[in-house]
C-alpha cells in the first residue's frame, strides 16, 4: 500500500475526478468483499487471542478470563498475552523461535485492519488513493490518503488467516512447556 499526504487547505476536501467516478465504482464492488474478509477475519484473530488468553488465566474455566479481558482494546489484548506468555516462558527456562514474529504480527494484523476498517472509502479516487486521516505535525494538517489494491486486500488477509495459525501454534508450544 502506497500513502500519500496532501497539505490541507481551507477545508477537508478530496481531489476525485467525476468523470473517472465509473472506474472508481468497479473498483470498489471488486474490493469490498475483500473488505468485508479483512473484517471478518480480524474479528477471528481477535476471538482466537480471547480464548487463549482465558485459558492461560485458568484452564478450567473462561470466567476469570473473561472480567479481565473485558473491555480491553484489541492492542491491551496483545500486551496482556506478551506479559503473560513472557512470564512463562521465564518460569520454565524456554524459549519459542516464532513467539517474537508472532506478536510483531499481531500488532500488524490490527493496524492494518484498523487502515481498512476506518478508511473513507467514498473519498476514493480513480488511482485508488482512499482518505484515511488527519495528521497535525511540524509540517502542519495533512491529509492522508493510502493507495489500496485488490492484491493488498488480499495480503492483508492472508496474512491475518497466517497470523492465526502462527497464534495457535505458539500457544500450543506454551502449553507444552507449562505442562513439561
Not at 87 to 112: F, H, M, P, T, V
Not at 165 to 170: A, C, G, I, S, Y
Request: aromatic share 8%; glycine share 4%.
Amino acid at each position: 500500500m502506497k500513502v500519500k499526504r496532501i497539505i490541507f487547505e481551507q477545508y477537508l476536501s478530496h481531489d476525485i475526478d467525476e468523470f473517472q467516478q465509473e472506474n472508481v465504482d468497479d473498483y470498489l464492488y471488486s474490493a469490498m468483499p475483500l473488505i468485508g474478509l479483512v473484517i471478518m477475519r480480524f474479528n477471528g484473530l481477535e476471538k482466537l487471542l480471547d480464548s487463549i488468553i482465558c485459558q492461560r488465566i485458568n484452564d478450567r474455566s473462561d470466567q476469570l478470563g473473561l472480567l479481565v479481558i473485558n473491555k480491553l482494546s484489541y492492542s491491551s489484548k496483545i500486551d496482556l498475552f506478551k506479559r503473560l506468555s513472557d512470564d512463562l516462558l521465564r518460569c520454565c527456562g524456554e524459549s519459542i523461535d516464532e513467539y517474537a514474529g508472532l506478536i510483531n504480527d499481531l500488532k500488524e494484523c490490527g493496524r492494518l485492519r484498523n487502515i481498512v476498517a476506518h478508511a473513507d472509502w467514498d473519498s476514493t479516487d480513480h488511482e485508488g488513493y482512499t482518505f484515511l486521516s488527519v495528521k497535525i505535525n511540524q509540517d502542519g494538517i495533512l491529509q492522508e490518503y493510502v493507495q489500496f489494491s485488490i492484491e493488498s486486500l488480499n495480503k492483508i488477509v492472508e496474512l491475518i488467516i497466517k497470523t492465526g495459525f502462527k497464534l495457535d501454534e505458539v500457544s500450543e508450544k506454551l502449553n507444552d512447556a507449562l505442562y513439561k
